[in-house]
């Protein structure tokens, strides 16, 4: 099962908003409303930030929001801050193998 | 609070086995799955897994079959993954997860970093 398209990285400036896309197929991101996005500092475990494509779980910033269409699911956050400079992952729930994540993509606030 | 605490590193050689625990507390551990993903260096996420605790069901990723085995102990509220065969490339942190329906976790381990080399 190949890993889903995610950009290597993205930058923004504090206060600006960015998109990371994350692409698969109709047999996983298209397929199923459930995509998942998670947020991972340098050395420390990932941290669940969407569900199902668009739910923030409790706690979460309500600068993330997540998106589909079609086969491409978006991670946006808004008003950009330092703290989110990190690696960004999605997830999706895939016939074949259940649960394949994306190749990851490095968010640089500038 | 949720919490997943995981067993420490571990260095094998080629050929070995390791069995990595993760410890849960602050849910009821019989109604939740525990997936296990890991992170070879530099690298992205791998999803390897999941063991139902209740009905200690399993579903191994493809590239695993035959190799790993997921299990769990609902005595002591811990899940426990073992890798067979330990080439060099399963070098990675392996993380433990409390998994939610098909696709979510929501709380993690903090890794336990397996290091396979001669």
């Known amino acids: 099962q190949s890993a889903l398209t995610q950009a290597a990285s993205v930058s923004g400036s504090p206060g600006q908003s960015i998109t990371i896309s994350c692409t698969g197929t109709s047999s996983d991101v298209g397929g199923y409303d459930s995509v998942s996005w998670y947020q991972q500092h340098p050395g420390k475990a990932p941290n669940l930030i969407i569900s199902d494509v668009s739910n923030r779980p409790s706690g979460v910033s309500v600068r993330f929001s997540g998106s589909k269409s079609g086969n491409t699911a978006s991670l946006t956050i808004s008003e950009l801050q330092a703290e989110d400079e990190a690696y960004y992952y999605c997830s999706s729930y895939t016939r074949s193998t259940s649960v394949v994540f994306g190749g990851g993509t490095k968010l640089t606030v500038l | 609070q949720v919490q997943l605490v995981q067993s420490g590193a571990e260095a094998k050689k080629p050929g070995a086995s390791v069995k990595v625990s993760c410890k849960a507390s602050?849910?009821?551990?019989?109604?939740?799955?525990v997936a296990w993903v890991r992170q070879a260096p530099g690298q992205g996420l791998e999803w390897m897994g999941c063991v139902s605790t209740d009905n200690r069901k399993t579903n191994y990723a493809h590239y695993l079959q035959g190799r790993v085995t997921m299990s769990t102990d609902t005595s002591t509220r811990t899940a426990y993954m073992e890798l067979r065969g330990l080439r060099s490339d399963d070098t990675a942190i392996y993380y433990c997860a409390r998994q939610w329906g098909l696709n979510m976790f929501d709380s993690w381990g903090q890794g336990t970093l397996v290091t396979v080399s001669s």
């Open positions: 602050g849910f009821i551990f019989a109604t939740f799955a």
